[in-house]
């Protein structure tokens, strides 16, 4: 049954994220408002879940207890943001990343919303220091970011403003955790949260191996895809560090010295221009031919990936 008595849900942006988390909230029963500025869009993005969601059923894959219909049922179209807004209990933002346009929908947010209501913004790298500044309605703020694309890889970061209340920040856990998604409590904020910080220092010293000569683009994507990123798809790296020793104390006074030489030949952050933006771009383009349909196709495949991934480790619970 939805979970309506508690209020809904109000995705605010109907782009591939605000549709991505319709979905998601839908999976879990929740009443979902989809609120744009054009009818027109709200219409499209409508017309667009409801043939992604036949297709998850028709490929046995679609989340959650309901049927695709069922799930259809749960989600409505708004262009009225008061109207949309009304006896919500949850509201997540999803417009483009812009932090004035952002911004300007938060504050006609706070002039509408109650004291109950949770504020959320899917930004992937806005501060919500920045974000949230001088909002009536601050303890209620809070980021949650998910991971593209968030129907297949559950994780989202939770980032607190300063004075984000407590409570916020475990309503919205609770939530994550209710429609199947894996949130992660990032307890003060940072420039570019954990994931990307992550993500950045890997894409960094890549580009450094590549532009030094020392392997190809294609090699080097093979030794995450078919190396590091075989293990980090069950386990992160600091169990990966417990589990390659007798514990990760042992692993630490076994090899720290080594990381410890091979960190400091790592050289400054790139620039990322240059011959080696060449190099790589015509690398990629030769796996990867960058016209849409190519494109579209390569996208297509990496999200058949995730989701037979995402069914393979939901069978393979740890022990």
């Given at each position: 049954?939805?979970?309506?008595?508690?209020?809904g849900?109000?995705?605010?942006?109907?782009?591939?994220?605000?549709?991505?988390?319709?979905?998601?909230?839908?999976s879990?029963g929740?009443?979902?408002?989809?609120?744009?500025?054009?009818?027109?869009?709200?219409?499209?993005?409508?017309e667009?879940?409801?043939?992604?969601?036949?297709?998850?059923?028709?490929?046995?894959?679609?989340?959650?207890?309901?049927?695709?219909?069922?799930?259809?049922?749960?989600?409505?179209?708004?262009?009225?943001?008061?109207?949309?807004?009304?006896?919500?209990?949850?509201?997540?933002?999803?417009?483009?990343?812009?932090?004035?346009?952002?911004?300007?929908?938060?504050?006609?947010?706070?002039?509408?919303?109650?004291?109950?209501?949770?504020?959320s913004?899917?930004?992937?790298?806005?501060m919500?220091?920045?974000?949230?500044?001088?909002?009536?309605?601050?303890?209620?703020?809070?980021?949650?970011h998910?991971?593209n694309?968030p129907?297949y890889?559950?994780?989202?970061?939770?980032?607190?403003?300063?004075?984000?209340?407590?409570?916020?920040?475990?309503?919205?856990?609770?939530?994550?955790?209710?429609?199947g998604?894996?949130?992660?409590?990032?307890?003060?904020?940072?420039?570019?949260?954990?994931?990307?910080?992550?993500?950045?220092?890997?894409?960094?010293?890549?580009?450094?191996?590549?532009?030094?000569?020392?392997?190809?683009?294609?090699?080097?994507?093979?030794?995450?895809?078919?190396?590091?990123?075989?293990?980090?798809?069950?386990?992160?790296?600091?169990?990966?560090?417990?589990?390659?020793?007798?514990?990760?104390?042992?692993?630490?006074?076994?090899?720290?010295?080594g990381?410890?030489?091979?960190?400091k030949?790592?050289g400054?952050?790139?620039?990322?221009?240059?011959?080696?933006?060449?190099?790589?771009?015509?690398?990629?383009?030769?796996?990867?031919?960058?016209?849409?349909?190519?494109?579209?196709?390569?996208?297509?495949?990496?999200?058949?990936?995730?989701m037979?991934?995402?069914?393979?480790?939901?069978?393979?619970?740890?022990?």
């Open positions: 049954m939805a979970s309506s008595a508690a209020g849900v109000v995705i605010v942006g109907s782009g591939l994220i605000g549709r991505s988390w319709a979905m998601l909230f839908a879990g929740f009443k979902v408002k989809l609120y744009d500025i054009e009818q027109e869009q709200i219409t499209n993005a409508l667009n879940i409801r043939k992604e969601l036949k297709m998850l059923e028709q490929s046995d894959s679609l989340k959650g207890s309901l049927s695709a219909e069922q799930q259809l049922s749960l989600i409505s179209g708004c262009s009225n943001i008061a109207e949309a807004v009304e006896g919500a209990m949850h509201i997540q933002e999803c417009v483009p990343e812009n932090l004035d346009l952002k911004k300007k929908i938060f504050a006609q947010l706070d002039r509408i919303v109650d004291d109950r209501v949770v504020l913004s899917s930004t992937s790298c806005l919500p220091s920045k974000l949230f500044a001088g909002l009536v309605h601050v303890k209620q703020c809070i980021v949650a998910p991971v694309p129907y890889v559950p994780l989202v970061e939770l980032v607190p403003h300063p004075e984000t209340a407590p409570a916020t920040m475990d309503r919205t856990h609770a939530l994550m955790k209710k429609i998604q894996s949130p992660v409590r990032v307890l003060k904020e940072i420039d570019g949260f954990v994931l990307n910080r992550l993500q950045y220092a890997i894409i960094s010293e890549a580009w450094r191996l590549v532009e030094e000569g020392v392997v190809t683009p294609c090699d080097l994507d093979l030794v995450m895809s078919d190396g590091l990123g075989m293990r980090y798809a069950f386990i992160g790296p600091l169990e990966t560090m417990h589990l390659n020793a007798e514990g990760f104390l042992s692993y630490c006074d076994r090899y720290s010295e990381m410890n030489r091979v960190l030949t790592f400054p952050v790139p620039e990322f221009s240059r011959a080696t933006v060449e190099k790589v771009h015509q690398a990629m383009r030769m796996k990867v031919p960058d016209d849409p349909g190519h494109l579209a196709a390569r996208r297509q495949w990496r999200d058949d990936c995730l037979r991934l995402a069914k393979l480790k939901s069978q393979l619970q740890p022990q």
